[in-house]
């Protein structure tokens, strides 16, 4: 009896599993904290800790969402710094098939000052775009 209950309990794991993944359709647009323009000054890596309500991603260097509008919670890099740099809300209007570098530009070298700025927006190749009704 135990025996077919661990049986039953691990068939059903991945069905479990399956439950909370999202799929994606032929159109969809992608979110990245990754720096596309590397000669700025004082522009850094930016770490998207939020989008609406979702987080914990599981690929952070490349967030898949809808598009329209989004409310991104930033974070910017903390080299040493004790509890980082301030978190940051910005709100998106994220076009269908469309790649943001959302990225932290700081005031100066030393401060904690910066805010989030949409670095670079590059179309995705391979997603179809909605057709124009």
Request: positive net charge; proline residues 10%.
């Amino acid at each position: 009896m135990r025996k077919s209950a661990l049986l039953l309990a691990c068939a059903a794991l991945p069905l479990a599993m399956l439950e909370g993944c999202q799929t994606w359709g032929p159109t969809w647009s992608e979110i990245t904290g990754q720096r596309f323009n590397v000669t700025i000054s004082n522009r850094r890596p930016a770490i998207i800790d939020r989008v609406d309500d979702r987080g914990s991603f599981a690929d952070p260097n490349m967030i898949r969402v809808e598009p329209g509008m989004r409310r991104l919670v930033v974070q910017g890099p903390a080299p040493g710094w004790p509890g980082g740099p301030p978190l940051h809300v910005m709100m998106l209007n994220v076009e269908p098939c469309m790649r943001y570098f959302i990225n932290a530009q700081f005031a100066s070298t030393i401060t904690q000052e910066w805010t989030p700025v949409v670095d670079h927006v590059e179309r995705i190749a391979g997603c179809q775009m909605p057709a124009a009704k």
